[in-house]
Every structure is written in C-alpha cells, then in structure tokens.
C-alpha cells in the first residue's frame, strides 16, 4: 500500500487534476471562498458560512429546508411537506385538495413522523475509521472493520454530545467526516397550498420550465412543547434577485455518480435504470387503478403517484445521460486518460479491472437484493415495520459495532421515532399494493424459488397478501411497542402473520445482503478509494465529493438560456400562471385553485413567480434556501429543467438550470390570496441577525 501511495504521488508530478472547480455541491469545510471572491466580489466570511450552514435543515423523508425566523418558522416545498400533509388530511378534510393554513400558534398540526436535522458541528476521522484496516486485509474485511469503527465513534459521539452522530463517506470512503446534528422531531405543519397551484401543470411541466408553481410549504419546530428560539435564522430579501445576481444554494443533494468508473455508469445504464423504470410504470398504473375504485382512494394513492411520477421521469432523464454517446465518450476518455498515466506496474491490481468485477456480481444479484433485501417484493408499509421489529430486537442483542448499519446505537432513537409513528396506514392500499409485488417477485425468480416458496407457502401471491394484511395487528401501534420491548423472543413468539412472512424470508435475505456487501460494496470502496487516491494526489480535492444526502454549498448566477434558438427569459410571473392556465383550458393539470380565480384582481400580475439559474442541485435539494450574497431568501429550489438531469454525471450550465420559487412571489401570494396576515407578519419582522 506504502508503495501505491508513492506511485500516485510521482503520476501526479506530471499529470494534472480531473478536477472541474465549476461544479457546486461543496462541502461546507471545503467551500472555495476565495475564488468567490475574486469572480463576484463577494466575501463570504466562515462566520456568514456558519450562519447559512445553521440556518439549514435536512428533511429525513428526502428533502432540504432553511429556518425563516427565530421563532422556528421553516420553509421547504410542497412535494416535501406533502407526506405529512396528507397523513393530516384525516376527518373528512383533504389538506392536499385545499390546502392548509393555522391562523393561530394553536392550530399548527404536529407532523406524525417528520424529523428535520440541523448539522452543528463537522469532524474528520478518516484515521479513526482506518485505524483497524492493515495491508493484506480483503475488502470484506476492511470494510467491516471500517463499519465497526464507524459505529462506535457515533456512539461515543450520541452518548457524549447528545446529538444524532453520523460518520459520512465522501471520495468512495477514502475520506471519512462526523457530521453532528441537532434534531427536530416537535414539526409542525403551518401553511400548505392547493396540490393545483403546488404542483401547477402536473407531470406534463415537471422538470420544464418555464413553470408557474407556488410549489411552498411552511413548518414550525417545536422543543418541549414550544416554539424553538433559534440564533440563526434566513431574512427575507426585500426585493428578491435579477438577471445576472449572483445566488447560493444551501442543502441536501441526495446522490450523483461523477466520480464514477464507466462500468459503474454503464451498470446504472444497462441494468438499473432500466429495472427502475419498468417498476415506476408498472406500480403508476396500480395506483391509478386503485385510484379509480372511489374518491378515497384517489386521496390515499395521490402522494404515492405524485413520488412515482417524478421518480419516473428523473431516472428517464438520468437513463438519458447515460445514453448521449457525448457524455460517454467523455467518460470514457476521462477514465483512459487517467489509467494510462496511472501506468501501474506488475504486482499492482487494477482498481478499475476490480470495480468492473464488482459490477459483473452485482448484475448477477441484482433481482434477488432488490426484491429480497431491499423489499421491492414487499411492497407495503406493514411489511416494512415487520421486516424492521424482526431485525432490530435481533441486532441490539448484539455488540453495536457487529450490528447492521441501521440499528446501530446512535441511529436507534430516529429508527424507534419512525417505527412508532402513528401515522395512517390503509390496508385496502396495502392488499393491492403487496400482492402485486409478490406476483412480481414470484415472475421474476420464479416459483420454484426457495425464497418464494417459504414466503407463499403454497398460496397465490393474492391470498398470501390478503391474509397478511387483514390479519396483521402491527398497524396498532401499542402492538408495535408491546413487540419491541419484548425484544427477539417476544417477536419469535409472534403469530402474527405479517411478521411470520417476514421470518421466513429473513435468512435468504440476510445471505443475499451478506453476498451484496463483500462482493460488491466492499470492492466498490476499497478500489473507488484508490482510484481518488490517483485523481486528487497532487491537487488535493479540488472536485467535490459526490453527493450523499448531507448539506452542501453551490452557487451560480440568475441566468436565462437560449433553447431551440429561442431566448428562455430568467423569470415568470403570476399574470403569467393565468395565461398559461388559460391557454390550456384551465383544464388539469393546468386548472388554478379556486382561491386563485378569486383573488385576481388582487393580484400584481408582474410579480415574479418562478425563475432559474445556473447553481448546482440534484434530488435531495428540492426545499434548499436560494440565498444572495447577504444570505437572505431570494427564493426555494423546487425543480430543475429537464437538461439539469445530466448533472447526476456531470455538470455543464449551458442550458441546465435549477428552477426556484421567487421569494416576491411567495409574499405576493400570502398577501393577496391567502390572507396569511399572521406569517406573513412574522415573515417580514423578524429582527436582523447580529
């Protein structure tokens, strides 16, 4: 090993860095303030880092969020607030359909199962986790010596902090950091728009532009029953951006592949993308088919189809990428070039030759992980809380550092807050829903299959559902206590039949999980780490790390694009929503709410309402803060257009965009058509920051 790292740093005398310093999605300990400085001119201080940095959320159901007032006010989107507002939409009132707003401190909704994490405090510990990795070990083995390590700092952390403690992989796992959060898990929900205005042109306009939403949720967090009093908060800008302003995005971007081998990339391209798409489609047309039995219906599926949809057309955009012969030829040489100059000797594996193994073996288990492991053969709410009492009163008998990364000592407290949520589960839903991915797995491994025989049991994937469903008690929550505290022998001793599926399924899925990590993780780490080893060696790391669902910093400029040789202007407006609305019909998707029909007159039709620019995002991002160079709310990140999906694998802005609800169009909204008097007041006089 002593050798390699000596040859990487005579390669890197000679070879220059891959890196692209345009790209965003920076970590925040490594935030270029100095080329900021020299290109807009602005001085972004570590105590204004600090502040942006503490004034962002994280969303643990897959999105970001800023704190808009001491009091705890909190922005994000709709689509990432929908969850909890439709679990709310119970009684007789569909908060989707009508939306939502407390006009009093008393009528906020607590959320049943939303966390938001604030990240307060960030450490490198990449000796720490590699204390225990010795040459000549194999991946599997280093790699479970890098879990156990990393499982027993973020216990040390939690019990001495008090804080959600994660050890975060970046560049492959070469570097490894301590992210420290403060969590929220008092959330409120306080204003939500009409689904209609929300998500304004529906599945046609999304990742479009231009578009017209008030795609805006607002939230309050809460500590020991009250507001939470924050020292730092996001102000809201006076008069918004321009053309031409210089913005910053601060969240949680989910996952991106621009680090990646073209084998990696040519395995999403072939085989998981692919299998990802035929699953989108086939479970759309379940739920609108189950949609179709009744008005209720339609309320239950409604954020599950809205999820599937988007998940839909992202991965058609990513599968695209992949498919530009540009982009893979660029890849392709990127990698030659690279391994070429890297010239490794005899006696020095290949850590491509090992990655491009690894993805031969992960082609081979794809099915059996995803439909065993990964539950896409069981797809239902019930079958995950059994899957999680199974597991976990089995693994916290355990040491914590042999334990499964999920039920390790510091994640505990968020996994029991989720699997004791009180949240609304449908069993009429969850029938349709688990019998048609027990067909699906039973097709696709076959009947024949040991796994399958053991989970049906000699029924039709409709019966084995069916009586799963309706005889299962693990809806009631107390039930769901009762079980975890009696630990594994009170879960063995279970004859509920949820959890009996479960059992049987557990040992296959275990070996296929045990398969997956030693064959395919553990080499896709070891040789990833390798290979980052040979790109940054010289530079240092002068790309950032790819994206995993932790706050990040991107920045860019307000900017329009030229599309087709027609001009695509930076902004729209809210005269804008009408006339685009009315060119269509006002027909759904494009059919504005009636609150909006109404309060026209009202309105300022120049008022902006959406506009893009040229900052770095990707999933995980929707709910981000768009901040000017005085960290103050300029506006929220909501989508980007349909040429941004290629950042997955690589950036270019030439026509790219991240798409953004204008902060004037926010207020314009509150104002006239909400009458949200009450937060729109708090909005507006919340004291500076000192």
């Known amino acids: 090993m002593k050798r390699y790292f000596l040859l990487c740093l005579l390669f890197f005398a000679f070879f220059p860095s891959f890196g692209h310093t345009e790209e965003g999605l920076w970590l925040y300990e490594n935030f270029p303030k100095d080329k900021i400085q020299s290109q807009y001119g602005a001085s972004l201080t570590q105590e204004w880092l600090d502040h942006l940095r503490l004034a962002s959320v994280r969303f643990n159901n897959g999105g970001s969020g800023s704190f808009v007032s001491p009091d705890g006010l909190t922005l994000t989107n709709h689509h990432v ?9 119970t009684g007789g009132h569909d908060y989707m359909k009508t939306g939502f707003y407390a006009a009093t401190r ?3 909704a607590p959320c049943p199962d939303l966390e938001l994490n604030q990240l307060v405090a960030m450490q490198d510990v990449t000796a720490q986790v590699n204390a225990r990795v010795s ?16 499982a027993e700092i973020e216990k040390n952390c939690a019990r001495t902090t008090g804080l959600r403690c994660d050890v975060i992989p970046f560049y492959s796992g070469e570097v490894f950091h301590l992210y420290q959060y403060k969590k929220y898990t008092d959330v409120r929900l306080v204003f939500a728009p009409e689904f209609e205005i929300a998500f304004f042109g529906g599945d046609a306009d999304n990742f479009t532009y231009p578009r017209y939403d008030l795609d805006i949720t607002f939230f309050r967090v809460y500590e020991n029953g009250q507001p939470a009093h924050l020292e730092n908060y996001l102000r809201w800008a006076k008069d918004g951006a321009k053309d031409g302003d210089l913005v910053l995005v601060s969240g949680n971007p989910g996952s991106t592949g621009r680090l990646r081998t073209v084998a990696q990339l040519e395995y999403a391209r072939d085989i998981d993308f692919p299998a990802r798409l035929a699953l989108y489609a086939r479970r759309i047309a379940l739920l609108k088919a189950f949609s179709g039995g009744s008005a209720e219906n339609a309320r239950i599926a409604k954020e599950d189809i809205f999820s599937l949809e988007n998940s839909q057309k992202a991965i058609t955009g990513y599968q695209n990428g992949l498919k530009d012969p540009q982009l893979m030829a660029r890849k392709i040489a990127e990698e030659q070039k690279l391994r070429a100059a890297a010239n490794l000797p005899p006696g020095i594996a290949d ?13 081979q288990l794809y099915n059996r992980f995803w439909y065993l492991e990964r539950r896409r053969g069981f797809y239902a709410d019930l079958a995950t809380i059994a899957r999680d009492l199974l597991r976990a009163t089995e693994e916290k008998s355990k040491p914590n550092p042999q334990r499964m990364r999920e039920y390790r000592d510091s994640a505990l407290p968020s996994f029991e807050a989720n699997l004791f949520s009180p949240a609304p589960i449908y069993k009429s839903l969850e029938i349709v829903t688990l019998t048609d991915s027990l067909t699906e797995m039973q097709d696709l491994l076959g009947k024949d299959d040991p796994a399958v025989q053991a989970v049906l049991r000699g029924k039709t994937p409709e019966e084995a559902a069916r009586a799963a469903i309706t005889g299962t008690r693990l809806d009631d929550v107390a039930f769901r206590k009762q079980l975890y505290t009696g630990g594994p022998e009170a879960v063995a001793a279970s004859s509920d039949p949820m959890l009996a599926m479960m059992r049987a399924l557990d040992p296959e899925a275990r070996r296929v999980r045990r398969q997956y990590e030693d064959e395919v993780e553990s080499p896709e780490r070891m040789e990833g780490a390798r290979i980052v080893k040979l790109r940054f060696a010289r530079s240092g790391f002068t790309q950032p790390p790819d994206a995993t669902f932790t706050l990040r910093l991107s920045y860019g400029t307000v900017k329009g694009y030229v599309e087709k040789g027609k001009p695509v202007p930076p902004f729209t407006t809210i005269g804008g929503a009408y006339q685009h609305a009315a060119v269509r019909g006002n027909q759904p998707p494009y059919r504005l709410p009636e609150s909006w029909i109404k309060a026209k007159g009202k309105l300022k039709p120049s008022t902006p309402l959406n506009f893009v620019s040229t900052v770095d995002i990707i999933g995980g991002n929707s709910g981000s803060p768009i901040v ?11 989508d980007g257009n349909i040429q941004s999906l290629v950042w997955n694998f690589a950036f270019d802005d030439a026509q790219a965009r991240a798409v953004s609800v204008d902060s004037r169009g926010i207020v314009e909204a509150l104002h006239s058509i909400y009458r949200a008097d009450r937060l729109l007041k708090e909005l507006r006089s919340s004291p500076p920051r000192k």
């Open 81 to 89: 607030g929908a969850k909890c507002i439709q679990q709310l939409s």
């Open 106 to 108: 008393a009528q906020e």
């Open 135 to 150: 040459p000549g070990m194999s991946a599997p083995e280093a790699s479970q010596q890098q879990r156990a390590a990393m």
């Open 351 to 363: 850590p491509w030759e090992a990655i491009a193994r690894a993805m031969l073996r992960q082609r």
């Open 628 to 638: 000017n160079r005085n960290a103050e709310v300029v506006g929220v990140i909501f």
